[in-house]
Structures are given as C-alpha cells and as structure tokens.
C-alpha cells in the first residue's frame, strides 16, 4: 500500500522525528513521577504509653503536632541519611532521635516524653536551687540570666528540672539520640550513661532564658542505684545538642556520695557518660522468603539489670543489611557497636511487627560477630 497524499507531503523523516519527541516525552514523564520525598511518621506517648497531643515534632525547617492519639505525619521531606527529630510539649523533658528518610518510602518512629519531675522557682537578681526528689538539683548565681535577646533577667525565673536513670525502661525509652558521642578529639565513640538530667529556665510568661555568656551555674544528678559499684571518678560530662543529634563531651564531674556534680556553662540535657570497650556486630535481616528487607530497624541492648546503653540500626539498606549499607554515618564503625564480652539481645522489626527477641554473646574488643540472617 502507498502512503497517502497527507503523510506523503508530512514526510516519514517529520513522522519518525515526532514518534521521538512522543517517546522522549514519555520517559520524561516517568522519571518525573518517581518520588522525591520521604515520609515521617510515628506516634507519641507518656512514659506510661498512653498517647500525648499537641506534642510539637520538628525535623528540619518541617513541624507539625501530635493528634489525640499520639499519632503525627510529616510528608514532602527531602531524603536524608540522619534528619533530627525533635518531640516537645509543655510540662514534659525534651526527646530527640535520628530518622533515616529515603524517596517514596516513611520513616516510622515512636517516641515518649517523661513529665517534668520538678519546678521551681528562683528570683534571678539573687539566685537559688531547685532540688529533684532523688537529690538531684541546680543551682544558678546571682545575675546569671538573660533573655532570648541577650537582655538581663532579673526577675522570676521558673526551673523546670527532670533526672534519669538510664538502667529503667523509662530511662533508655527517653533518652535523646543515639548512644553515640562525639569526644573532646572529634572522634565518635560509643557511650553508656551513668544518669541524665534536662533543665529548662522561663520566665512568668513562658519564654524561655538562658545563662548569660561567662556566667557558669552549677548541676548534680544522681548515680543509679545499679551502676554506684562502677561509677569512675572523675567521670565525663555531655551535652545533648539537637541540631546533630548527637553528645559531646565537654568538661567533667565529681562524684560525692552517689551523685555527680559538675559546672556548666550552659542549659541542655546533660549526661554522665564513659566509652564502652566495643565489638561489632553485623547481620542482615530477610523476610519468610529469605528475601532481603528495607528499612527494617534492628535494636540491641545487653541482657542485663544494669544495662545503660543501647545499639542498633535505624533503617536497613535495599540488601537488608545493618549497619546499613548506604549510611555514610555508620562506615566509620567496623559494624554495630555493642559492648565487648556480653550477653546481648537482638530484635528486628517493622512498622507494627517485631521478631522474637534473640540472644547472642559479643567477642572481645574490635571483634567483628555476623549474626546472618533474621527472619522477621
């Protein structure tokens, strides 16, 4: 059959170069239908595990509140290896934690919020202390506060004031980050904590005020009661800063009695932390199939009373692998770092399904323990 006189005056080159433009335009379309964004989504609760509201979560420049059941969703978030996610709410400690967000995919997270344990108040032009029930308490100077704006305060100065065992289940449910520290050399190192405490300062109208810079105050928490055998001292002191994610050690603490106390420059979540002496451990974790699985997060914590750390991965790589293979962060380790010569327990799990918990002993120092497949 001849082509008709239509397609005959278009031209078959004119007719094949527009069937290009058409394909072209096709595979256009699909890549830009694939996702560019993450979600992240969770749920908040009390120590106690009943839901929080109108708890503000903060991940980058994106915030939204908790609903009535706890529940909260960021969408649109662009992919990130470890975002910070920040939980507060009035009357409640501060909590953060790490989120690993990848294109079309959501980052499931739950988090609890211990209520503030005691208030206070202090006339700043004086200063004072507010004490914890357990002996814990922070003293301010006279004159050491100032304002947002670097103003000094002199008036009332409410002190909100909450310590932490980290050998309870409330004390590692609520504490900030990753057991990970960064050390007065710059290395990152595991740590296991030895009690914690955050100190906010308002004034009568709920604003929050600050040591004025050169203005020190002073802070003590106590040693739990399981870890007093082993308490070192003099013994490291840590600040929880919420635009990494991360401790850093800064400055020491005496130990007196069964508490620390240490001088400060400045009002964060501080902790009482030592570098453990770390093996590693690696595995992978494959579903009914022995098919790899992503973004499943593997928790580890040592199976005993006075435990006061915790390990572990956030999300595994496409090859189901932890630490995940495509985390820049977690290369610098030669694996999960647990403490050397334990008796470890190992859980997996996925949005609303966990494995049943393992046990496992780690080696010795910088050992390395494939762990293989788990099945969730």
């Known amino acids: 059959m001849k082509p008709s006189a239509s397609i005959r005056q278009i031209g ?41 509201a109108d708890v503000k979560i903060k991940f980058g420049d994106s915030s939204t509140l908790s609903g009535l059941d706890g529940s909260f969703e960021l969408p649109d978030l662009a992919e990130e290896a470890r975002g910070v996610v920040t939980f507060s709410k009035m009357g409640y400690a501060l909590n953060g934690q790490t989120a690993r967000i990848r294109a079309g995919e959501s980052f499931e997270v739950t988090a609890k919020l211990a209520a503030v344990q005691t208030t ?10 507010v004490t914890t029930p357990n002996g814990g308490y922070v ?18 100065a409410t002190l909100a004031v909450t310590t932490f065992d980290p050998t309870t289940a409330a004390g590692i449910d609520t504490f900030p980050g990753d057991f990970l520290g960064v050390d007065t050399t710059g290395s990152v190192v595991p740590i296991m904590s030895y009690g914690y405490m955050e100190v906010t300062i308002r004034d009568s109208d709920a604003n929050e005020l600050k040591l004025a810079a050169g203005q020190t105050a002073e802070i003590s928490i106590p040693v739990p009661t399981a870890l007093a055998g082993s ?42 932390d030592v570098p453990y002496p770390a093996s590693y451990v690696v595995g992978r974790v494959v579903d009914c199939n022995g098919q790899p699985m992503k973004g499943v997060f593997v928790h580890i914590k040592q199976d005993t009373a006075s435990a006061s750390w915790r390990s572990g991965e956030r999300s595994t790589s496409a090859d189901g692998k932890f630490p995940a293979s495509d985390d820049t962060f977690n290369a610098r380790f030669a694996g999960v770092p647990v403490v050397a010569n334990a008796q470890c327990i190992v ?21 390395v323990k494939d762990l293989g497949d788990i099945r969730l």
């Open 12 to 52: 078959w080159p004119t007719i094949l170069f527009a069937a290009c433009i058409l394909l072209n335009t096709t595979a256009c379309d699909e890549t830009a239908d694939q996702p560019t964004t993450g979600i992240l989504k969770g749920a908040v609760t009390d120590t106690g595990g009943l839901p929080l």
């Open 120 to 129: 206070g108040d202090i006339d700043a032009a004086v200063g004072g202390t």
């Open 139 to 156: 003293t301010l100077n006279a004159g050491s506060l100032e304002d947002s704006s670097g103003n000094a305060f002199t008036g009332t």
């Open 231 to 272: 308490a070192p001292d003099p013994m490291p002191l840590w600040y929880y800063d919420t635009n990494d994610g991360q401790w850093h050690q800064e400055g020491t603490g005496s130990k007196e009695g069964n508490i620390y106390k240490a001088t400060v420059k400045h009002f964060t979540i501080w902790n009482w």
């Open 347 to 367: 859980t997996v799990g996925k949005s609303r399904t966990q494995s049943t918990p393992q046990t496992f002993t780690s080696l010795d120092v910088g050992l």
